[in-house]
């Protein structure tokens, strides 16, 4: 836990001292900010911030901290960090090849459905021990909190064997422990049917329910249960009868749904109280109305369409009907191979006509939200988590998304430590 105050912060934008857990709807609009702040963590926490003007009534206190680590953010920005609440970062390699696949006219279902997708990354992991699969983990956990993620998820998913999906929450349970952001954990043993139960996928649906939920729910490996509930994966009845066994431990439901198609993952979630349902590539009318009946947070992951060339989500559609939206990576080797928060918020931007402000709440505190980290993440408030960033020098919010691809994190905070700076 560390202590630093940052001094001359061109805008603190962020503040929110209301208590509220998401921003919906036109709310999301607005990114309350002070213009030419200062910002005080202390132990970790967010202790204060206030005008430069009134500066001087402060510094004394300030001054009688020992070792006090004193940053001067002229013409930059700060902000909290951003929540990252979709991944599957423990993966063993990169899938270029499929990429490569796609460019010459194949389809992500196509490959998928001829055994390559989530099927050849599980084989590969199968071959990998947990110590291997852990450092590759954490180096991309290192990569992220470099531009800027300051709480993060991570999916299980790609072991698809009883060993190897314990396998992979172990490593996200190591990670939790050795790494100064919040990690929530998700089992994702319906990501995919394997091959050896292509001929009966009920048996493969026995085992994720009756030996791998209880192995999980024992060793506690898991914060929240997820199914890949799409055409081609899981059907509504399996993903409800997974929704209904975990909640037995436990344990309430992120989905992945709707990505590619309109298949009933939106109804499914909401049913079963998800804590968020996730992709939403296709919607119709009857999704959003189910989801303004619920407390189900949409997630967005626009890399994924960007990547495959899918429709975007309709958030802007979403948001002006009263909905919060959250937006996330999906970092994975498949579809979205760039767990950077930043390149999600341009995506949003550009493709989702999100205003900058509106991005920026998605991916913080509604990203909270989704991850159960209300009242710790997400937003500048007194008492919650230090976790922010400076920005680099740049004109304006704005700025930020607009230069797509241009990582405009310059110091990353966590616990008021610095973990990154980015020249
Ligand atoms: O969120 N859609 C399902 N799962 C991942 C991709 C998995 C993969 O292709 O490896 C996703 O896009
Ligand atoms: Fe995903």
Not at 36 to 49: F, K, P, R, S, T
């Amino acid at each position: 836990m560390g202590s630093v105050l940052i001094k001359n912060i061109k805008a603190l934008y962020g503040i929110d001292e209301s208590g509220a857990k998401i921003k919906a709807g036109s709310a999301m609009a607005t990114l309350n900010a002070l213009e030419n702040a200062w910002l005080w963590i202390e132990d970790g926490l967010i202790a204060d911030y206030g005008s430069m003007k009134d500066f001087d009534l402060f510094e004394e206190r300030f001054m009688r901290v020992p070792g006090i680590d004193i940053k001067d953010a002229s013409g930059r920005f700060v902000l909290p960090s951003y929540v990252d609440s979709h991944t599957h970062l423990v993966f063993s390699h990169s899938r270029e090849e499929e990429f490569v696949m796609r460019i010459q006219g194949r389809t992500y279902e196509e490959i998928a459905a001829a055994g390559g997708g989530i099927l050849n990354s599980a084989a590969k992991l199968r071959q990998m021990s947990e110590n291997e699969l852990l450092e590759g983990a954490y180096a991309r956990l290192q990569e992220v909190m470099k531009y800027g993620t300051g709480a993060i998820e991570i999916k299980s998913g790609y072991g698809l064997t009883v060993e190897d999906e314990l396998k992979i929450l172990r490593v996200i349970k190591r990670l939790k422990l050795i790494s100064p952001i919040e990690i929530k954990a998700t089992f994702l043993g319906a990501h995919a049917i394997p091959t050896e139960f292509k001929s009966n996928r009920k048996a493969y649906i026995d085992l994720v329910v009756n030996e791998m939920l209880p192995k999980v729910a024992e060793e506690q490996l898991a914060d929240y249960v997820d199914v890949f509930c799409d055409q081609g994966f899981f059907t509504v009845e399996e993903t409800d009868l997974i929704l209904k066994e975990a909640a037995k431990y436990g344990l309430r439901g992120k989905i992945h749904g709707n990505e590619l198609g309109i298949t009933g993952g939106v109804q499914v979630a909401v049913a079963n109280n998800a804590l968020s349902v996730d992709h939403l590539e296709h919607m119709g009318q009857e999704e959003i109305d189910c989801l303004k009946a619920s407390t189900t947070m949409p997630v967005a992951l626009p890399n994924c369409s960007f990547f495959l060339g899918l429709p975007y989500a309709p958030v802007r559609k979403l948001i002006d009907h009263g909905l919060p939206v959250c937006l996330a990576t999906d970092y994975n080797p498949g579809s979205s191979p760039n767990g950077r928060m930043g390149f999600v918020i341009s995506l949003a931007c550009i493709q989702m006509k999100l205003t900058p402000e509106e991005a920026i709440n998605a991916a913080t505190i509604n990203g909270a939200y989704a991850l159960d980290l209300s009242d710790t993440h997400g937003s500048i408030t007194r008492g919650k988590r230090g976790n922010v960033f400076i920005t680099k020098e740049v004109p304006s919010l704005a700025y930020m998304p607009y230069s797509f691809g241009v990582p405009n994190v310059e110091t990353a905070i966590i616990g008021g430590r610095t973990v990154a700076v980015n020249y």
